[in-house]
Every structure is written in structure tokens, then in C-alpha cells.
């Protein structure tokens, strides 16, 4: 998931600047076409969804 959004970022003229792994995590920073850094995060943080409290219906 993580590759295919970086690599339809590039094609809207994003470009990757540098990838993070931190505690896990995988992660791009990346630039716009005008210097302006972002982050595309990995869309699955399974420690977190357990953490959450189920919705009663």
C-alpha cells in the first residue's frame, strides 16, 4: 500500500526525499513540486487498531 500511493505521488510531481523506519514504522518524506515536505505513512498500525474500543451496535 505504502509504495503504490508513493508512486502515484510521484506521478502527480511529488518526489521521495528520504525513507524513515522508526520503532517499526515504515515511512516516506517526501517534497512537492514546490520544496514542500509531507509524509506518507504505512496505512496498518495493528498495535494501535488493538488498542481501540469496539463499536457496539
Known amino acids: 500500500m505504502l509504495e503504490a500511493e508513493v508512486r502515484r505521488l510521484e ?3 511529488a ?3 528520504d525513507r524513515q523506519q522508526t520503532r517499526g514504522f515504515d515511512f516516506w518524506i ?3 513540486p514546490w520544496d514542500n515536505e509531507f509524509c506518507v505513512l504505512q496505512t ?3 498495535e494501535l487498531l488493538d ?3 469496539p463499536i457496539n451496535d
Open 15 to 17: 518526489k521521495r526525499w
Open 51 to 53: 488498542k481501540r474500543k
Open 30 to 32: 517526501m517534497r512537492d
Open 11 to 13: 506521478s502527480l510531481g
Open 44 to 46: 496498518a498500525f495493528p
